[in-house]
């Protein structure tokens, strides 16, 4: 069954440093999402991507985020400087279509901790 | 307003009986869907159950079905014959149809531990 990838699984950096984190969405999927979740607090959305451009993000998603397409595989969030409050788990999802009925599936995350 | 409300930070119950997680959730949009999805300490998010708004029955899905209480707003998960594997978090969550991006807004969740 095909499935969302997401490396690393675990990624530990210094505050000010850069970060990419990398998702594989599942093939056909034409939507890609990224979330967080602080440790022990709910899932919070950060950005959506359809068509090659950013469809809506959230107050959370500001100049220090971004996202790329770079092929047709790989979709990425980088951070240009990372902040402690930064540490979280990063998850990257999918979906299919536009029905209101199309799940999204999720990736594993990759949990990031900013030192 | 909290879109989607989880009242119940933890749960106990006692392996192979039933038990009810309660979502509530608020949307003006008529045409919404409402997913469950269950995080075990492993961190990953595993999809376990959708209703749409106009769906006419309960989503039931193996052991798991949804008591959807539309006038309520309610859409509450029944998980039957507990397992130990069912220790997890739970995640309701809500795409309204009416947003473009169709982004999922999530409960802050409910921690079920069931005992052997």
């Known amino acids: 069954e095909p499935e969302v990838t997401q490396t690393p699984s675990h990624q530990v950096t210094q505050m000010g440093q850069e970060v990419i984190l990398r998702c594989v969405p599942i093939?056909?999927?034409?939507?890609f999402y990224w979330y967080r979740q602080i440790l022990g607090q709910k899932v919070e959305f950060l950005v959506s991507?359809?068509?090659?451009?950013?469809?809506?993000k959230s107050e959370i998603f500001d100049d220090q985020f971004s996202v790329e397409r770079p092929d047709g595989s790989n979709f990425t969030l980088k951070i240009r400087s990372t902040k402690l409050e930064d540490s979280a788990m990063y998850f990257c999802?999918?979906?299919?279509?536009?029905?209101?009925?199309?799940?999204?599936?999720f990736g594993p995350g990759t949990r990031l901790l900013v030192l | 307003a909290q879109k989607i409300t989880q009242t119940q930070p933890g749960m106990f119950v006692q392996e192979k009986e039933a038990v009810t997680l309660d979502c509530t959730y608020d949307?003006?949009?008529?045409?919404?869907?409402l997913f469950w999805y269950k995080q075990p300490s492993s961190g990953e998010m595993i999809f376990l159950i959708y209703?749409?708004?106009?769906?006419?029955q309960n989503a039931t899905e193996g052991r798991y079905s949804l008591n959807f209480q539309k006038a309520r707003k309610s859409a509450n998960l029944v998980i039957s014959a507990s397992q130990l594997g069912d220790s997890a978090m739970y995640f309701c969550?809500?795409?309204?149809?009416?947003?473009?991006?169709?982004?999922?807004?999530f409960g802050s969740g409910t921690r079920l531990l069931v005992r052997p």
């Open positions: 999802a999918s979906r299919k279509g536009t029905s209101v009925k199309e799940t999204q599936y």
């Open positions: 093939s056909n999927h034409l939507y």
């Open positions: 991507f359809y068509n090659n451009e950013i469809s809506e």
């Open positions: 969550a809500m795409r309204e149809g009416g947003d473009s991006s169709y982004k999922l807004i």
């Open positions: 209703q749409g708004s106009y769906d006419q």
């Open positions: 949307t003006s949009d008529p045409s919404y869907g």
